[in-house]
């Protein structure tokens, strides 16, 4: 079982920047990728960044430019630096642990960017 933790959303003015942190504690072998997921109000949930085991990195094409995602394994904890922050980046920002047959995910912290 592995359980997972976000924190560091907020408001923020468009152009702004925040970092969310994802904290994940419990079974931790075998992780093959920590990711961040979005849901907007009336919208499905979407991919926005992932980071693998090995240290690879993919993003949305939508944030691609303005996020980093990172990794702290001493801290057994991943990192979402947002950059030059869109209305459209509003949302519930959800991080997702993948770990053998399992995914788990945390339950959210909401980033709303005004414009």
């Known amino acids: 079982q592995v359980q997972v933790v976000e924190s560091g959303g907020g408001l923020v003015q468009a152009g702004g920047s925040l970092r969310l942190s994802c904290a994940a504690s419990g079974s931790l072998f075998s992780i093959s990728g920590i990711g961040w997921f979005r849901q907007a109000p009336g919208k499905q949930r979407e991919f926005v960044a992932v980071?693998?085991?090995?240290?690879?990195?993919n993003y949305a094409n939508s944030v691609k430019g303005r996020f980093t995602i990172s990794r702290d394994n001493a801290k057994n904890t991943v990192y979402l630096q947002m950059l030059s922050l869109k209305p459209e980046d509003t949302a519930v920002y959800y991080c997702?642990?993948?770990?053998?047959?399992?995914?788990?995910w945390g339950q959210g912290t909401q980033v709303t960017v005004s414009s």
């Open positions: 997702n642990v993948q770990r053998g047959a399992g995914t788990y």
């Open positions: 980071i693998t085991s090995g240290g690879s990195t």
